[in-house]
């Protein structure tokens, strides 16, 4: 079945610091990948997302490339600022999901100190 | 355009009694999605409504049931709750001709006592 390991936090950063959370997939057929973030109190955002291989979604800085040989989609932001302090939680859906289902990694915790 | 509103936003309630969510699905879709979030987890499917009937169920014993309405908003139904169902749960809507992603809303925080 369809999985997604994502590293563990918190990720604790000085602002300005950049920022790598690393995301890997086990999926049948070609999934689509997904970058969400949950701020405190609130559901998920959508934050990013790629299709196929290759793609790099992008969105307010943070940038992720659908890599199939390595079965990757690492989160990157050059430049983190204290309103990035979210979970991001990163996330794919495969044609062959019963319904389109979203399977989550486990999220992880990003806290920005100014 | 509205997004996805869920209701009500906070619930407590009793081991052993019966609990009915609310979502009404951004306009323009036609797909309803249920997630369940433990604390400190990632999401976990539930099932999925389109054209008011179930279509993909996750690994949720038939206690969890859902709903869907002609106006595409959905009802998430949980008997006999206990403690585990304590959780944030997460309704997203979408459409299948538009082939959009996921929206979500902000989630009914349910407490299970």
């Known amino acids: 079945g369809n999985s997604v390991t994502q590293m563990e936090g918190p990720v604790t950063l000085s602002e300005e610091a950049f920022l790598t959370i690393n995301c890997t997939y086990t999926?049948?057929?070609?999934?689509?990948l997904f970058w969400y973030v949950q701020y405190p109190g609130e559901g998920l955002q959508l934050l990013l997302k790629a299709t196929k291989a290759d793609d790099k979604g992008s969105n307010k800085g943070f940038e992720a490339t659908y890599r199939k040989e390595t079965t990757s989609f690492h989160l990157e932001k050059g430049s983190v600022q204290v309103s990035d302090s979210a979970v991001y939680f990163c996330a794919l859906t495969s044609l062959k999901a019963a319904g389109n289902k979203l399977t989550f990694g486990g999220g992880t915790r990003v806290l920005v100190k100014p | 355009e509205t997004g996805v509103t869920q209701s009500p936003t906070h619930l407590i309630k009793t081991r052993g009694q019966q609990v009915t969510l609310r979502c009404s699905s951004q306009?323009?879709?036609?797909?309803v999605s249920w997630y369940q979030q433990a604390l400190g987890q990632g999401p976990q499917f539930i099932f999925q409504y389109y054209r008011e009937e179930e279509n993909g169920r996750g690994n949720f014993p038939p206690r969890f049931s859902g709903l869907q309405f002609p106006n595409y908003s959905s009802e998430l139904n949980v008997n006999a709750l206990e403690l585990d169902d304590s959780a944030l749960y997460l309704c997203?809507?979408?459409?299948?001709?538009?082939?959009?992603?996921?929206?979500f809303g902000q989630g009914t925080r349910l407490t299970v006592v």
């Open positions: 999926a049948t057929g070609y999934p689509s």
């Open positions: 306009s323009g879709h036609n797909t």
């Open positions: 997203a809507s979408s459409s299948r001709q538009m082939n959009t992603e996921a929206f």
